[in-house]
């Protein structure tokens, strides 16, 4: 049964006994009223909860708790199980120990990305050390790379991603593109509008041009660039290329990105 979220976050408690606990609940509400008057007793702090609803059976949930249980045994952890399961309500229960001290995971999940579809989540290290081997191996020819790519993905990941959520209205899908972007983490805050038949999109503590700035890249946003050419290419039907005309790495406050039609 697959159980998808977007992101997964790391818990680090240090000095802490931490665990997951996974449920499936057949009528969520009451499993987690279940789920409370059992805990009710017991000295165990609730670190962070996610749930979502099972999208292929509507009626059902997945709960996930990220719980400190330093001051419970592991008797008391077992006992604690044993009562949860006997919920009519609970139709499954995992229990996954952090081998780590103070560090854990939602092990429950599976992790693929946005709407169940795979996604890749880079972290800054990850992404630094990719645009510095582009840049060494291919030199300045490593930004024309990334904006063509970045193109490619935009008009993919805005193909599929229209489809999925079956949305026509343009303005609106560019303000839902602009919210996509911002929860894959490239900027803290994004927002894509249309101007006569050009896309602007601004972008505050752009991702890529933060790590350009340490590469020492300018213009810096090339990858970026090239995701709003692309999500402008595919939602006016026609081919699009785009320029950044502000960056934070020029002084400016935000950087921002204007896609114009090539023809
Ligand atoms: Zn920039």
């Known amino acids: 049964m697959p159980r998808f979220r977007d992101l997964s976050i790391l818990y680090y408690l240090p000095g802490r006994r931490l665990a997951n606990i996974g449920l499936v609940l ?5 499993g987690i009223s279940d789920l409370c008057e059992v805990m009710r007793g017991l000295d165990v702090d609730v670190v962070a909860v996610d749930m979502c609803r099972n999208i292929e059976n ?11 249980i330093s001051k419970i045994s592991d008797e008391q952890l077992e006992d604690l199980a044993t009562e949860i399961r006997r919920s009519e309500n609970v139709k499954e229960l995992v229990i996954h120990h952090s081998q780590i001290p103070g560090l854990v995971s939602d092990m429950f999940f599976d992790y693929r990305g946005t709407l169940g579809r795979r996604s890749l989540i880079i972290s800054f290290p990850a992404l630094t050390g990719f645009f510095q081997g ?98 402008a290419t595919n939602t006016m ?26 023809t």
């Open 26 to 30: 057949t009528h969520p509400t009451r």
């Open 58 to 68: 509507f009626d059902e949930a997945f709960l996930s708790l990220i719980v400190d």
């Open 134 to 231: 582009l840049y060494d191996i291919l030199g300045d020819s490593a930004g024309a790379f990334l904006y063509h790519a970045g193109k490619l993905a935009g008009i993919e990941g805005a193909t599929s991603h229209r489809v999925l959520l079956n949305v026509s209205d343009i303005d609106l899908w560019l303000r839902i593109a602009g919210l996509f972007l911002r929860s894959l983490g490239y900027a803290r805050e994004v927002s894509i509008t249309r101007i006569d038949d050009r896309i602007e999109a601004t972008l505050k503590d752009c991702l890529e041009c933060q790590i350009q700035a340490r590469l020492r890249r300018l213009p810096s946003s090339n990858w970026t660039r090239g995701l709003i050419a692309g999500i």
């Open 237 to 262: 039907g026609r081919d699009y290329s785009a320029e950044e005309v502000e960056c934070i790495n020029l002084g400016d406050q935000h950087c921002r990105i204007v896609a114009r039609p090539t």
